[in-house]
């Protein structure tokens, strides 16, 4: 081994690993920069667990010549016979270091050996990365080197492994604060939060098709039925609107009991009005097969569902609004009330999707006119369009 290589290595990546702007070009530039510091690597993974409600952890893995493949795994992996069985489970769960040379008969206890010893390595070993408050993540080292690891290179993976979780740390609370507040406030309002955008007041308008839908029936579902099982109802529901509406451009900014509120911005990346309110139309239509098509077996009988979305197209404020230290970042305006006002009038006329004037108007979804409704707080009453393909049903609360 260099040493002086090594110790140019472990200042690169204290400083930030500058010349690697991303975690996978990072551990590419680190690993081949390894090598030529004498240590025979090759294959190295690492293993970074997340905070998300979906993801239980990231992974990287490097091999000379290749690109650093990345992945993810859910939670499930905890509950897999193979991970039962890994030198990582026992890295996550004791945080110590993990040695399978491959000419030792105790490292049959790992399944993995098998598997590495068809592609010639002679040694493996995974290394706790461990965070300052004591977290713990899992890296692992093979060489095809006759004999394995010498104990001066393993000397060397050790130093690499404490400047190798610093920089993981840094990137992994980056990450995380993005994933959740995502996963909490959407994607464009976490990008403007990270941005800085916190304060108190702090509000831009844009233009945007508005989307408010609620679940009908919802306050007698509640009263019938366990409050673990509505839960388990609502994120059924809800998962019927959230895949539509991101995927065709909009974002969730509230839950608030059964009803969703979401915004689908008009701008030059986005789209033009036409464009964005046939995308909202588009997903309402999905929205609705999903929410008509959902069952939940509730003893020997099956709950079916029905729902209600008003949309509209308008001006809102967008940004920060609260009290004290606690804000949320929500969009208001008259726009948004209407739209809130519009549901309303939806379930009274037993309508599934319903839509003002001004969206119908740019919107060639095929409307039939539902008639002219005054509107609670606005001094002129509002023409209601509903869909031709829909036929009312009986008012649902």
């Known amino acids: 081994m260099n040493a002086s ?116 390595v002679t040694d493996y070993v995974a290394m706790p990365l461990v965070y300052t408050d004591g977290f713990v993540n899992a890296s692992s080292w093979t060489t095809k080197q006759p004999g394995g690891f010498t104990d001066e290179q393993l000397d060397a993976i050790r130093s690499i492994a404490v400047p190798l979780a610093r920089y993981i740390e840094i990137v992994t609370l980056r990450r995380t604060a993005t994933l959740l507040l995502d996963t909490y406030v959407g994607n464009r309002a976490g990008e403007r939060i990270m941005g800085g955008q916190i304060r108190r007041g702090h509000a831009d308008t844009m233009d945007a098709a508005i989307w408010l839908s609620d679940l009908r029936g919802f306050t007698a579902l509640s009263d019938r039925l366990p409050a673990e099982t509505v839960v388990e109802i609502l994120n059924l529901y809800f998962d019927c609107q959230v895949t539509a509406i991101r995927d065709h451009g909009g974002e969730v900014l509230k839950f608030m009991g059964d009803g969703l509120l979401a915004v689908f911005p008009v701008d030059e990346y986005l789209g033009d009005e036409v464009q964005v309110c046939s995308r909202v139309l588009e997903a309402a239509r999905a929205s609705r097969a999903g929410v008509e098509a959902l069952q939940f077996a509730n003893g020997d009988a099956v709950e079916r569902f029905r729902f209600g979305v008003a949309l509209h197209l308008g001006r809102v404020l967008y940004g920060n609004i609260g009290g004290g230290n606690r804000l949320d970042f929500t969009c208001i305006g008259p726009a948004v009330n209407l739209a809130a006002r519009l549901e309303k009038i939806a379930g009274r006329l037993g309508r599934t999707v319903v839509a003002s004037e001004r969206f119908a108007g740019i919107c060639d979804g095929g409307w039939s006119d539902l008639g002219e409704f005054p509107i609670a707080g606005f001094s002129k009453a509002e023409r209601v369009y509903g869909l031709f393909d829909e036929a009312p049903r009986a008012a649902a609360s």
């Open 5 to 120: 290589e090594l110790r140019d290595i472990i200042e690169w990546m204290v400083g930030g690993a500058r010349s690697a702007p991303t975690p996978p070009q990072m551990m590419a530039e680190c690993c081949e920069r390894l090598v030529r510091a004498g240590l025979p690597l090759w294959r190295v993974g690492v293993f970074v667990r997340t905070l998300h409600p979906e993801i239980y952890g990231r992974h990287f893995f490097w091999t000379p010549g290749a690109e650093v493949e990345t992945g993810t795994v859910d939670h499930n992996i905890l509950d897999s016979p193979e991970f039962a069985v890994s030198p990582l489970s026992i890295v996550f769960r004791q945080g110590v270091e993990v040695r399978a040379r491959l000419d030792d008969p105790a490292s049959a206890r790992f399944p993995i050996v098998v598997d590495l010893q068809a592609e010639g």
